[in-house]
């Protein structure tokens, strides 16, 4: 029944770890994303994909990698662990335009 | 560049009044879209209102308003009879489009509200 679903909700692991997490949507939208929440909850993009192709990469480090296999899932690798990766991860999606525009629950990654 | 602004980090209300959280925004395209948004303590994002540029009515879902002044650039929320669950973080975005393909919400810093009993 969840419209955006992302697991793991939290995730605890070493520096110089890989680790991956994954998002699936079942609102038939066309666009998903990933956001970063950083310690003082500022919201920022990281990536988008539309329909499987990559339309932002908002200047983030190489080591993080997106993976859309699908329209309806987006997966968010990332290598090589850094203290500095600590946050909260959503993954969103939306229709190209328009007010629909939905969040799953968040992962909160914490790097130690 | 695209901008929002919430002046207010924090806000205290008393419950059963109303509140407007404060949220300007600064963009040079025509079309575009404002979001408001709720993130209480358990950390999801629920959505709450939204107002296109090109809507005449000021949006309303249940408690909620949106006071959208275009000319002044502002988009505040309004929460009438304000619930101790209302208590939260609260934040206004923007999309631009129907050209931005890539979809992506600017997000103003948020506004913590607290409701007393």
């Known amino acids: 029944d969840t419209a955006v679903s992302q697991t793991p909700k939290y995730l605890v692991t070493q520096m110089g770890n890989d680790k991956s997490i994954k998002c699936e949507q079942n609102l038939g939208h066309d666009t998903m994303y990933w956001y970063k929440q950083d310690s003082k909850k500022f919201l920022k993009i990281m990536f988008s994909?539309?329909?499987?192709?990559?339309?932002i990469n908002e200047t983030v480090p190489n080591r993080f990698s997106p993976k859309s296999p699908d329209k309806a899932h987006l997966n968010l690798h990332i290598n090589s662990l850094e203290l500095g990766d600590s946050a909260v991860y959503f993954c969103a999606s939306s229709l190209t335009t328009g007010k629909g525009y939905t969040f799953g629950s968040g992962t909160r990654l914490t790097v130690v | 560049a695209q901008k929002i602004t919430q002046t207010q980090p924090g806000m205290f209300v008393q419950e059963k009044e109303a509140v407007t959280l404060d949220c300007t925004y600064d963009?040079?395209?025509?079309?575009?879209?404002l979001f408001w948004y709720k993130q209480p303590s358990s950390g999801e994002m629920i959505f709450l209102i939204y107002q296109g540029s090109y809507d005449e009515q000021n949006a309303t879902e249940g408690r909620y308003s949106l006071n959208f002044q275009k000319a002044r650039k502002s988009a505040n929320l309004v929460i009438s009879a304000s619930q101790l669950g209302d208590s939260a973080m609260y934040f206004c975005?923007?999309?631009?489009?129907?050209?931005?393909?890539?979809?992506?919400?600017?997000f103003g810093q948020g506004t913590e509200l607290s409701v007393k009993p």
């Open positions: 975005a923007m999309r631009e489009g129907p050209n931005n393909q890539g979809g992506k919400l600017i």
């Open positions: 963009t040079s395209d025509q079309s575009y879209g």
């Open positions: 994909y539309n329909n499987k192709e990559l339309i």
